[in-house]
């Protein structure tokens, strides 16, 4: 589409006609010799009748005119509006704190196949489609062990966060499972973030066992940031030891942040989980609309430059064509030693 942004210029349209109205002229001298054939040397000039005279006058004004519109044209700076480019700018950030102890390597969930599979194996599968539904949001992600650690930051380029997670395995953080400082890491990450929601969803299959900082206590510092913490057990609530499956502090840690608890037995359950986050965590997309210009005040520019050289070319020509008689009948002749005009027809 093509727009003017300067259309005010077109008030410059009627200068040359307001100064010649209002700025005296100067008086030119000129020089003039009495001879009594003054009346053909005019015919002659004027090319034989005072019709064509004022069809040259018009014709002058006219190329004139055109010439300043075109130059105004150019002030008016016309511009090409390119169709709008858009962007989705990010209107929440997720961090993804995924468990990759020892125990996420027992095989008791099942794939879309109908196979056994690890635990972690299915989170992998489940987070990934989870992903796919997250256009508009920065993902990062989170491995933790016996320590965390940043796996991908926050970034829109989800297949490079899938890719990322695929890369994972179980025990490349250690054996032992330190969720809370997981969650300490995640808040230290959304320190640099600008995002009106902030949200942490962690998948883990054991109870904290190498932490520093207490879950529920990280909890709460993410609330006071408002960061909202929703966590995912996986695992088998009947096992012992140190790979028992603390349901109680995700519990907490999820009402502390504000979050939900969701339990996953297996795949199928895993997957519904993330159909419930995808309504808890409904979708937000923001996207901001750019339209480039592109500048086009060197055409009429470039129009004014070859129409003028054209008229000037034309008026040259019509000189020429209106001073061949003169030569031709040869009615004056200037004597070169005293300097008298002569009749010579």
Not at 34 to 62: C, D, H, M, N, Y
Not at 107 to 116: A, N, Q, R, T, W
Not at 117 to 145: C, E, N, S
């Amino acid at each position: 589409m093509l727009i003017l942004s300067h259309p005010w210029m077109f008030l410059l349209v009627p200068l040359p006609w307001i100064l010649v109205k209002l700025v005296p002229q100067p008086p030119v001298p000129s020089l003039a010799v009495r001879v009594p054939f003054g009346k053909r040397i005019k015919s002659a000039s004027s090319g034989g009748g005072g019709v064509e005279q004022i069809t040259r006058r018009w014709g002058k004004l006219i190329a004139t005119g055109l010439v300043w519109l075109l130059i105004v044209t150019a002030l008016a700076k016309p511009q090409w509006l390119e169709p709008p480019i858009e962007k989705t700018v990010p209107t929440r950030d997720l961090l993804l704190l995924v468990d990759l102890s020892g125990s996420m390597d027992h095989e008791d969930f099942v794939d879309k196949e109908g196979m056994k599979t690890d635990r972690l194996t299915a989170v992998k599968q489940v987070v990934g489609d989870f992903l796919i539904h997250r256009q508009g949001d920065r993902v990062g992600l989170v491995v933790f062990g016996s320590a965390p650690f940043l796996q991908a930051p926050f970034s829109t380029d989800l297949k490079l966060v899938r890719s990322l997670l695929d890369e994972t395995s179980v025990g490349m953080a250690g054996p032992r499972t330190a969720l809370g400082d997981a969650i300490g890491l995640g808040i230290n990450l959304f320190e640099n973030s600008d995002a009106p929601v902030e949200t942490i969803i962690a998948l883990t299959d054991g109870n904290d066992t190498a932490s520093q900082v207490p879950p529920v206590e990280a909890a709460r510092v993410a609330k006071e940031r408002d960061i909202r913490i929703h966590t995912v057990a996986i695992g088998d609530p009947q096992t012992v030891g140190e790979e028992k499956l603390d349901e109680q502090t995700l519990r907490d840690v999820a009402t502390t942040a504000g979050g939900k608890y969701f339990f996953a037995a297996d795949r199928e359950a895993l997957s519904h989980i993330y159909d419930e986050l995808d309504k808890i965590e409904t979708r937000k997309i923001s996207e901001v609309s750019h339209r480039p210009r592109r500048d086009l005040y060197y055409w009429p520019l470039l129009a004014a430059l070859l129409f003028s050289l054209v008229a000037k070319g034309l008026q040259l020509i019509n000189r020429a064509k209106l001073a061949a008689p003169i030569a031709k009948n040869k009615l004056v002749r200037v004597d070169p030693l005293s300097g008298k005009l002569e009749v010579v027809t």
